[in-house]
């Protein structure tokens, strides 16, 4: 399969591929509020709500049968690390987006975790190619430290944008807070900004 290279995204931001404060390492930390939740194959469910024509509910095959991509991105943690060349296996946010049919005066985002998480994001946001529900990394299943079976991931922002354990996505029509977002991390969460707290 060919992988989408989206490393260059920095760019964008007029940044060094390394944000400012970051340093680079090898290893892939794991950072969870509260530990990893256990699933299993039979009670997993996603779910597509909120501002859409078509709410959407998907078993994890049924997740793992959608529209697939890999894309080779970076990873920036608010606490200070970055993990460069992540390759990441899923469906996009606008192709899942499509799916559901987005309603016109939906404007924002929230997702949510099966730990509890939350995270939020403005519609245009999400609406990139590189924000991915990713199930495989570097060619293996997604390990569950780490969100498996399925997570969010965010390379043009901070980590905490992507919510591992992924339970679903709530289409809004107004701004609400994360989990973190209300505990005083920004809103924002631009790496190359440094928007790391409100
Ligand atoms: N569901 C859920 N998603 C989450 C978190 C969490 O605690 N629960 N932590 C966030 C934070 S703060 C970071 S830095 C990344 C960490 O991902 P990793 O553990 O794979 O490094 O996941 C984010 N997504
Ligand atoms: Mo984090």
Redo the contacts with the bound molecule.
């Keep these: 399969m060919s992988v989408r290279d989206v490393t260059d995204l920095h760019e964008e931001f007029d940044g060094e591929r390394l944000p400012p404060g970051q340093r680079e390492t090898e290893r892939?930390?794991?950072?969870?509020?509260?530990g990893t939740p256990s699933w299993s194959p039979e009670t997993w469910s996603f779910e597509v709500w909120g501002a859409v024509d078509e709410p959407l509910e998907f078993s994890v095959e049924e997740f793992r049968d959608l529209p697939g991509e890999t894309q080779r991105q970076d990873?920036h943690?608010?606490?200070g690390w970055s993990?460069y060349d992540n390759e990441f296996t899923g469906v996009s946010f606008p192709t899942l987006a499509e799916l559901a049919g987005v309603h016109d005066d939906a404007s924002h985002v929230m997702f949510y975790?099966?730990?509890d998480?939350t995270?939020d994001l403005p519609l245009d946001e999400c609406m990139r190619e590189e924000v991915l529900f990713t199930w495989e990394l570097d060619g293996e299943p997604l390990p569950d430290?780490?969100?498996g079976p399925v997570?969010?991931v965010t390379p043009h922002k901070?980590?905490?944008?992507?919510?591992?354990?992924?339970s679903g996505v709530e289409f809004l029509t107004e701004a609400e807070l994360g989990?973190?977002e209300r505990r005083g991390?920004s809103d924002t969460a631009n790496p190359w900004n440094e928007e790391r707290y409100s």
């Design positions: 892939f930390p794991v950072l969870s509020k509260s990873f943690c608010v606490t993990r975790g099966f730990d998480y995270t430290d780490h969100g997570r969010v901070y980590a905490y944008k992507g919510a591992k354990w992924v989990y973190w991390y």
